[in-house]
Structure formats: structure tokens, C-alpha cells
């Protein structure tokens, strides 16, 4: 049996879960082997949990893709990113490990800054493509680049690039192209918000920037460069085109090979700006009609995967980086959940997680388990049947057991890091979860002192409104002592 053709799939006994779970590796008793699957990981830029109608019943924002295709697959309640910001969101889902172990402690890139993942780290396409995957990243990448420089001398490697001083004219190095993506067309950060405001195919920009923009997008007063023509509304209609195409010629090339697609969109982020034919579908202004976008975005993916006769055989994944900025006309973004991006709180990193597999998952499912986006290497580590090395993916659980819907008799996370932008930690075991280091949300400040503690229990106040640190010491205790075992160790996943 051709390995590159052919997976091992995990199939999970009931003897077999705890052995999953416990100690949190990839092995099963039970083994058998069918075609790899297609995956496909769709991830907007700021979507919340109450943006999307399967989620939030009283949501003011259609998204008729969304809700179907949670209605053929499953939808989890407790899906969490791994920063309540993007930049570090992207590095955890592609390399299974939590952004604060590198050297970006706080904050989020722009289109100049260095490489944030080390070049010798194993990326989900890296080991997606040891196993025959095509692999592509489609959208924002927004985890920086090698550009050059004209006059050859590169900056330090946690300093932006003057972009005065970058020869367009020239490849990019370090980019998706060098971590295992064979296909890259996006931007190399905020499609509307950070320069340079041009595509890049691979590893040139289409177009050369050299254009100041005449448009502040973000009211900061920053001189964006920009190629003549571009335009903010056309990026992710541009996107999904070569998401499509990229579908469509890997068919006729390798028909019998399976792909890989990480399409990172950049709506429905600032600033709201959405094409005429989504303008006013929604009754929560701009931003809900970029949300509809996103809606769009997913039906033409799906719509492809039907016509090219790829449905059944494609593990479709729908997600945010992390959570939205605050709804209007009442519309709310977050749902009940407190907070919004950037925060500690629930609503900066609870997000929509929506997954098909025909004939793997149950339709109309519904999953509670606790997840990460992290995650990701890990799953696809065990659909392929691979097991991951102690320097990869550390922390990444598989969490093939919970879209299958198994029955489970432990949680398969011991626990879960979150991580807020200016650097606040919390960390969440079942219902109880403790913020370190501010009794505020953490959207600007970073943490103040260790002794300054919240502590809810999720489950008995989901609203986090009634802080319980005084009168469980024990558990403030418990929790510390585990955050700092997983900040020590350099890991979470039980190796």
C-alpha cells in the first residue's frame, strides 16, 4: 500500500481512549487504513463566538454556510485560541506550541518584522508534506519575513525592517515557502492595516510598492507603502479565487494525492471595509457585514469541494484567531462570554470551532470538550498516524477522540494556557480558571505582580462576574504550580 496515497487512521476503541488520553500521546489499539483526507483550515481575523448563528440564535449577522455545515459536521462550545491576538494565535496552530516560549512575550507583528518561527521547527504542512500533502497558505500570514535590504545589512532579529530601505525588486526569504508550504499567496500582515499594502506569490511581491497610501487605515498616522492599484475591499475575494484555483489544479496535477490548505482571512479585522455586494447584509454595521464575507468565503470553499467531487473524502475546519471587537445595534460579538480580543477573559479567546468529515464525524454533533488551536499539529499528527517528536508540537493534543465523538472518561487536555496581548497569563483545568497577574482584562497592561489573582469557576459562573481567589487558596495554589511546571518544562503535551 502506497504510504503517500494511504493513511493510518486512528479509529479509537472504547479500550482504547484512556490510553489516548492518559498520557496524552497518539496511540491506539485499533488500526485501520483508508485514503488520507484532504484538510482544510479556514481561520478569520477577529470572528466571535456570538457572530455566528449556530452559536448565537440572537445574532444580527447571517451566516447561512456557517450554520450548515455545522449542521453536517460538529461544533464545539469550549474551542479556545492560544492568544487573545493574532500573530501568536498563527504561530500556535502551525507549529502546535505556545507563542510565549519564543521571544514575542506580548503584542503582534507587522508587514516588517523578522521571522518568528525558527527555521528548523516542524510546521503542520511540513509534516503534512512528508506524507505526499500539497500544501498551500492562502491569506494573511502575518508571522514575518526575511526581506532584503538594499544595502545587504539585515536588522536585529526582534527589530522591523526600515521599509525605506527594502529591495522589493528581490525574493523574500523565511516565508511559508521555507516551513513547508509548497503554494504562498498572501500578505505579509494586515491585509488592510499594516504595510507593505501588496500581495506576495510565494516569494516576490506582485507589484512593486512604492506608493504612500492615502488612506490612515488604522488613524495612527503611520506612512503606508502600497502597489498602484490596490485595493482594501478586493483582498479577500482576491484570496478565496486562489484558494479555489489552488483546489482546482491540484485535482488536475495530483488527483490522487491529498492537500493541505491553511486560508487565513483578514475579515472581518479593522478597518471594516467590506466589498458593495456584502454591504448592508447585516444589521450590526460594517463589521457584521464582513462577517458575511467570511460566510461568503466559506460557501464558495465549500461549493468548490462539492463540484470537484471532494466533499467526503475533505476534514474542513472553520475558526477565528481570536476573539472580535465589541458588536453594535446590540449585536453582540462574544455572545454572553465576558471581554473581547486582546483580553483575558473569555470573549478575547473562546472562538466558533466548526469541523466536517463525512462518514467521520456525526452530523448535527456538538462537542463540550476543552480545545486549543494548537491542537491542530497534533490531530493531524494522528490522522496520518504519525507520532510527534518531543521538540514538536509541545503543546498539542490530539483531539481526533472529541470530533469523533467518542465517549471520553478524561478530559484529553490536562489543561489549557491562555495568554492575553499584553502578556497576562491564565491558566484553565475543568471549571477553574485562574488569571494571573491583574483583576483587570489585560487588553494594555501587562501582568503587575503574581500575587494579584483572579479565580472563577466557569461552569457555576460562565459570565466570569464573581471572582473566587479568596476563598479557594487551594486552588489558586494548584493552578500556579501547574502554569509554572508547563512555563518550566518548555511543554504541556505529556511527552
Known sequence: MNQINRRTFLKLSSAGIASLVFPFNIRCNRIYEENLPNIIFIMADDMGYGDVGCYNPESKIPTPNMNRIAKEGVRFTDAHTPSAVCT?????????????????????FGGYNQPLIEPERLTVASLLKKYGYETACIGKWHLGL???????????????YDQMNIDFTKPIKSGPNALGFDYFFGTAGCTTDDPPLCFIENDHTVGIPNMISPIDTANEGR??????????????TTFTKKAIKFIENHVKRQPDKPFFLYFPTSVPHIPWLPPDFVKGKSKAGPRGDQVVLFDWIVGQIDQTLKRLNLKENTLLII???????????????????????????????RVPFIARWPGKIRPGSISNETICLTDLMATCAAIIGEKLPDNAGEDSYNILPALMGEKLNHPIREAIVHHSGAGVFAIRQGPWKL???????????????????????????????????????????????????????GHSRHL
Open 88 to 108: 501568536p494565535t498563527r504561530y500556535g496552530v502551525l507549529t502546535g506550541r505556545y507563542c510565549w516560549r519564543t521571544w514575542l512575550k506580548s503584542g503582534v
Open 146 to 160: 526575511k526581506w532584503a535590504t538594499k544595502g545587504g545589512k539585515q536588522p536585529e532579529p526582534t527589530e522591523p
Open 223 to 236: 506612512t503606508l507603502l502600497m502597489v498602484p492599484g490596490w485595493k482594501h475591499e478586493e483582498a479577500d
Open 319 to 349: 475558526t477565528s484567531d481570536n476573539g472580535p471587537r465589541e458588536g453594535v445595534n446590540g449585536h453582540k460579538s462574544t455572545g454572553n462570554w465576558r471581554g473581547f480580543k486582546g483580553g483575558i477573559w473569555e470573549g478575547g479567546h
Open 435 to 489: 488569571i494571573i497577574g491583574t483583576k483587570g482584562a489585560g487588553y494594555d497592561k501587562g501582568p503587575q505582580s503574581d500575587s494579584i489573582v483572579q479565580l472563577y469557576n466557569l461552569k457555576d459562573d460562565p459570565a466570569e462576574r464573581h471572582d473566587l481567589w479568596d476563598k479557594h487558596p487551594e486552588i489558586v495554589k494548584r493552578l500556579k504550580k501547574l502554569l509554572e511546571k508547563y512555563q518550566r518544562e
